[in-house]
């Protein structure tokens, strides 16, 4: 049940009714009950996986719950933080290896077993390829990094460990964010979820407006650019320059419109209910630099890494000492940063990972990385030559160049997810910078006439000035509230029109499927 | 205090730390900047700040993070 089908919103809208039919205390079991219905009806008895998952950091969270509760009278308050600290490092530590192990092993299956098959096979006995039987269960990527983020919330006491499993099961299975993101944190949504929401006309109907606005992402402009971003990709050998160009800004256009999109509905099913996930996107083509840019793109993912990964390593003893050693010998700046670079470097090789098993992926997390840190190196430089040639970093103009600039570092390094493999990336990328000989397609001839660009360009231009009206801190849910209903109305027709009428559908009207289903 | 102001000061001159409020909030601190900023403190203080006490509340103004250090301080 595709977050755009037919099926889906038939779906949602009965949920949405029955949850405000029912008694306030007792919507949250709504909620639980669309979302055991919602997994089980698209991925079976892997909810049980799942399940498994939640059980799991349920426990941890009471036992860790129960260590800091622990007191001493024969201890120092140093001595005991520090015993507490090891009993809940140890519990952290068993429940991350039982989940992420679930998730490594499932994504990283075609490694692991031929591996493996190949250990067994040392010792002379043989191991059938069993990873067609190893299924991912749905969204494993997003509720487990949830699940563990809830463990070390209660392990630095910002939450409370929940006493009762189908509320904590509420927070892991919730339908909305189970796709695709966004990755929530337990602290933010329990009340939101267990204590049940009243009625609010204005804040169900920009949900619903969300919603709309989403499949418009999804449907006119994704699945438009996806045909020209597959056609180019499919058949990348007979293209150079140009061409290759063209997909790979389709591509940009592409991921962002689907993956936004599919954050929309699922941050609008939830808004009509009266829950707010968390921001994913701000505007991340505004960009000013790689770092700026995933401060706005996947902001849960990048949150997560930061607050789980990032502080955690480079705060921890063992770079601390590092550092020390560094600075006598490279000097002071150098010995500082280090653990700021190495941290980033990790977490970078962890947001490839995230995506998939290929090398591909570790490459696209180190392309990134590299221009984070070399932007941290070089920082003091840049402000140099900024200095130099009198350029102030609030000028428009020098603005524009640095969104432009970051751009195409981005677009650039799309190559390498979308790519089949890293090699093919790399031949693209030579490519990419040959010069375009004659004979290559037009831009009508990659797969969408030119009725479906003018669509396509007009759909994409609303995206850029909707997020121009956003950037400049209007919000335009509140502005179309603002305008006279007969204006109001025909903009809501014209959105869901426009949906039906160009949006891309294949056989029996579904649509492709999201991009980031898949992780 | 004046130490800390002196480590805020060296680290991004271009804040006003004595009157900022938000400096979490307004994303005027990235990670960076923290990281740095606990190295230092760590080191001059003679404390262990870690990733628990990074909450915004901590670190959104200098009389934010010089209490954090005070009862860091008083942990010891």
């Not at chain 1, 067994?120 to 749905?138: C, N, R, T």
């Not at chain 1, 093919?424 to 797969?447: D, H, I, K, N, R």
């Not at chain 1, 009207?509 to 992780?519: D, H, N, P, Q, T």
Request: hydrophobic residues 45%; contains cysteine; charged residues 20%.
């Amino acid at each position: 049940m595709s977050f755009v089908s037919f099926k889906f919103y038939v779906f949602i809208a009965a949920f949405i009714l029955l949850y405000y039919l029912i008694p306030k205390k007792y919507r949250w079991i709504t909620i639980l009950s669309a979302s055991v219905f919602f997994y089980i009806f698209n991925a079976g008895s892997l909810f049980l996986m799942l399940l498994i998952t939640a059980a799991s950091t349920f426990f941890a969270a009471l036992r860790i719950e129960k260590i800091n509760g622990i007191t001493s009278d024969t201890l120092t308050k140093k001595e005991l933080k520090a015993k507490k600290t090891r009993k809940k490092r140890t519990v952290v530590a068993l429940a991350s290896l039982l989940n992420f192990g679930f998730l490594v092993t499932l994504k990283y299956k075609r490694l692991i077993i031929p591996g493996m098959q190949a250990l067994v096979g040392i010792f002379g006995f043989e191991m059938k390829d069993f990873s067609s039987s190893l299924l991912m269960p749905l969204g494993i990527s997003f509720y487990t990094f949830q699940s563990i983020g809830y463990i070390v919330d209660v392990s630095r006491a910002e939450v409370k460990a929940q006493k009762n499993f189908l509320h904590y099961l509420t927070f892991v299975s919730f339908f909305p964010q189970i796709v695709q993101g966004p990755i929530s944190r337990y602290g933010d949504l329990e009340k939101q979820l267990i204590d049940g929401n009243d009625f609010d006309y204005r804040r169900t109907k920009f949900g619903l407006q969300l919603i709309v606005w989403g499949a418009f992402k999804k449907l006119v402009i994704a699945d438009r650019a996806a045909i020209v971003v597959n056609t180019v990709f499919a058949n990348y050998p007979e293209y150079t320059g140009k061409t290759l160009w063209l997909g790979l800004i389709f591509y940009a256009l592409q991921i962002y419109a689907d993956f936004s999109g599919g954050i929309d509905v699922a941050r609008g099913v939830a808004q009509a209910i009266g829950v707010n996930l968390e921001e994913n996107f701000r505007r991340p083509y505004f960009a000013t630099s790689v770092s700026d840019f995933w401060r706005r793109w996947h902001i849960t993912l990048g949150s997560w890494c930061r607050d789980y990964v990032f502080y955690p390593l480079s705060l921890s003893k063992p770079f601390g000492k590092l550092s020390k050693k560094t600075r006598k010998i490279f000097g002071n700046y150098i010995g500082k940063q280090l653990p700021v670079i190495l941290s980033q470097l990790i977490v970078f090789i962890i947001i490839g990972m995230w995506h998939g098993s290929e090398f591909k992926y570790i490459a696209f997390g180190l392309y990134h990385g590299t221009f984070i840190i070399g932007g941290i190196l070089l920082d003091g430089v840049f402000k140099k030559i900024r200095d130099t040639l009198h350029i102030k970093d609030t000028n428009f103009a020098y603005r524009v160049f640095c969104i432009i600039r970051t751009f195409f570092i981005v677009t650039v390094g799309r190559v390498f997810s979308r790519a089949g493999s890293f090699l093919t990336a790399v031949s693209m990328l030579g490519a990419c910078f040959s010069p375009t000989p004659t004979g290559q397609p037009g831009l009508y001839e990659l797969g969408v006439d030119e009725k479906g660009m003018t669509v396509l360009l007009i759909a994409t231009l609303i995206l850029f000035a909707v997020s121009v009206i956003q950037e400049s801190g209007y919000e335009v849910r509140a502005l179309i509230a603002k305008c006279p209903l007969p204006v109001r109305w025909i903009l809501y027709i014209a959105g869901i029109v426009s949906i039906l009428i160009y949006g891309v559908y294949g056989k029996g009207l579904e649509s492709g499927a999201f991009i980031y289903m898949r992780y | 205090m004046d130490e800390l102001l002196e480590i805020l000061t060296n680290l991004r001159p271009d804040v006003d730390f004595e009157n900022e409020t938000s400096l979490i909030d307004s994303e005027i601190l990235d990670s960076f900047d923290i990281v740095s900023l606990i190295t230092d403190i760590n080191d001059a203080f003679g404390v262990e700040i870690t990733p628990r006490d990074l909450k915004p509340e901590n670190f959104n103004s200098a009389d934010a993070i010089y209490s954090l250090i005070r009862r860091l301080e008083e942990e010891e």
